[in-house]
């Protein structure tokens, strides 16, 4: 037991011997998930609370699934937890079911529902219509939605409408019926017809309740109504439930994911307890301060490693330029280590990657292309840099991450129109920084290419995470100090990095030069431009409110706290010299 317990922090050693029932445990990223999960359940099996035999592990993909049963294996439990997906744990359920009914001809299971359905199709339709249906039948079926109900549903909720829905409702109906016709089945069929034989038959549900006795659930933000409905079939009235998730992670609603099964877990188990994980072991201070602005009504996550550069944003003259000023940003870090693997290049859109990858060829840099639909764990060994998308790098991790095209009508996606999809968004931009470990490079351009070439402006993620927005002073400090703004104001235009108008009063000349070579000396060294250390009104603000402790620091409107963190001692220096 003693080897369970080391290395943990309270709260992860809480959670993996937590005796509750129905435990829900909310892991920030990097706050080493996988590692309490699987340690609660070696230490819930030699305390002799469940039974290693009657447990089961349930994830979304293949990759994940490998990686449980492989830290379990290490831990000591062999193969005695079942590990699996939820489709592959039904599908060997049903196929136990149909030997013991005696069925001779099993449906087939369609290995690839593109395929199948586009094959419906007619030629007419474009890859982008072809595209839209399909995802609209996905999202149906993982929302049990069925195709008599589409239409009504799809208009209820404000469903895009690449597609009519009238004309997406009769390609569903036409589906259903062609696999009825031919005998087979999708994966989401799996996971409906392993319901159905549990709610036909008592005697067989308590059967298949007594061989799983105990349930873990991986990754609990991104299960949907069909999924979470067959997770309930799977529980028996004695069975325990641990789930682990993080909200802020939430990322798959528009595929049917429903995150309020884990936000609201108390509500559908009641009993239940909470605990959860907020030190991060992934990422410098630097990487974790920049993305909890993207979130900030969450508490943020505790660094645990050392301090490390500031992150870098640049912007470049279009996607072109973009792609080879990455690579040489690549190229410059790898400087003949010859560690490609530890480097990223995350995007939005995979029309994005094509520029990267002519970029990284011209330049001799080994890469891989992921897609996001990729289960099955890649080479470890393999030395290339990655390029992925958002969706695809989640659960995964880099020391250097460079992401691309940081733009409006990218991130956010000029598709999310409504609340819900527009904080989805957020929360995408949020999972591609936390991928960083020690380095976070981010990137937009001022043209790029759709059909024809448009202008591009920075995404407002960038101006969030650039600054922070606080109260502003007091009236009466205000007007104290309008005078002098007017003065700073009056020179503004003239300002440049390394020169400041001799006619302001030499106090104030001296501060405001100090502070400006400041700023260029840490715009230097992290390879960013001196605005985005802090702005010339930032600059302003700091010589008329003469901030004298950290307090007052952080009450200076746009001074981002990874700037006050670091430099706020030197600022504070500087402005209090006479």
């Known amino acids: 037991m003693e080897d369970l317990e080391k290395n943990l922090t309270a709260d992860q050693f809480s959670a993996v011997r937590s005796d509750a029932q129905r435990l829900r445990i909310l892991a920030g990223a990097g706050t080493g998930k996988t590692r309490v999960l699987t340690r609660r359940i070696a230490y819930q099996a030699k305390a002799l609370r469940i039974d290693a035999q009657h447990s089961l592990c349930l994830t979304f993909s293949k990759r994940a699934a490998l990686e449980l049963q492989t830290r379990l294996n290490e831990l000591g439990l062999g193969n005695l937890v079942t590990v699996g997906t939820f489709h592959s744990i039904a599908y060997a359920q049903l196929q136990a079911r149909w030997s013991d009914l005696h069925i001779t001809v099993e449906p087939k299971l369609l290995p690839n529902r593109e395929k199948f359905f586009f094959s419906l199709l007619p030629n007419s339709f474009t890859a982008i219509e072809r595209s839209f249906i399909l995802n609209e039948i996905n999202w149906c079926t993982a929302q049990r939605i069925a195709p008599t109900d589409y239409l009504a549903t799809a208009e209820k909720t404000n469903r895009r409408d690449t597609v009519q829905h009238s004309i997406v409702s009769e390609y569903y109906r036409k589906f259903v019926n062609a696999k009825r016709q031919k005998n087979c089945i999708d994966f989401d069929d799996i996971l409906e017809l392993a319901i159905q034989f549990l709610s036909e038959d008592t005697k067989y549900a308590a059967a298949r309740h007594w061989k799983f006795q105990d349930l873990f659930v991986d990754e609990f933000q991104d299960v949907n109504p069909l999924q979470f409905a067959l997770l309930r079939s799977w529980l028996g009235t004695k069975s325990s439930l641990t789930v682990v998730g993080d909200p802020n992670q939430a990322i798959y609603s528009w595929n049917g994911a429903d995150s309020s099964y884990l936000n609201d877990f108390g509500v559908y188990f009641p009993g239940s307890e909470t605990i959860h994980l907020s030190q991060n072991f992934r990422s410098t201070p630097e990487i974790l301060s920049t993305a909890s602005l993207l979130l900030p009504s969450q508490v943020p996550l505790i660094a645990n490693k050392p301090s490390g550069p500031l992150p870098t944003v640049r912007s470049e003259s279009d996607e072109f330029t973009e792609a080879k000023s990455i690579a040489g940003k690549v190229m410059d870090i790898e400087s003949g280590s010859g560690e490609w693997k530890n480097q ?62 940081i733009e409006e009508g990218l991130t956010p996606i000029a598709h999310a129109i409504n609340e819900a999809q527009q904080d989805e968004e957020r929360r995408l931009m949020y999972v591609a920084l936390t991928r960083a470990e020690r380095q976070l490079h981010l990137s937009w351009a001022r043209k790029r290419r759709f059909g024809i070439q448009r ?124």
Request: zero cysteines; charged letters at 30%.
């Open 344 to 405: 990223a290049v995350l995007v939005r859109t995979h029309g994005q990657i094509t520029s990267i990858v002519n970029a990284f060829t011209e330049k001799g840099i080994p890469f891989r292309v992921h897609t996001d639909s990729q289960t099955t764990s890649t080479d470890e060994n393999e030395n290339a840099v990655r390029i992925l998308t958002f969706h695809a790098a989640k659960g995964l991790e880099w020391r250097v991450v460079h992401v691309s095209g």
């Open 455 to 578: 202008e591009r402006k920075p995404s407002i993620f960038l101006k969030e995470i650039s600054s922070v927005v606080t109260a502003p002073p007091p009236i009466s400090r205000m007007r104290a100090k309008k005078d002098l703004a007017k003065k700073i104001r009056e020179f503004r235009s003239k300002w440049r990095e390394e020169t400041i108008p001799n006619s302001v009063e030499p106090p104030l000349t001296n501060k405001l030069e100090a502070l400006t070579k400041l700023r260029a000396s840490i715009a230097k060294v992290n390879d960013i431009s001196p605005n985005s250390v802090f702005s010339d009104e930032v600059l302003e603000r700091l010589a008329i409110e003469m901030p004298d402790s950290r307090k007052q620091l952080k009450s200076i409107s746009g001074l981002s706290p990874l700037i006050t963190d670091r430099f706020g001692d030197q600022i504070l220096a500087l402005i209090s010299e006479e």
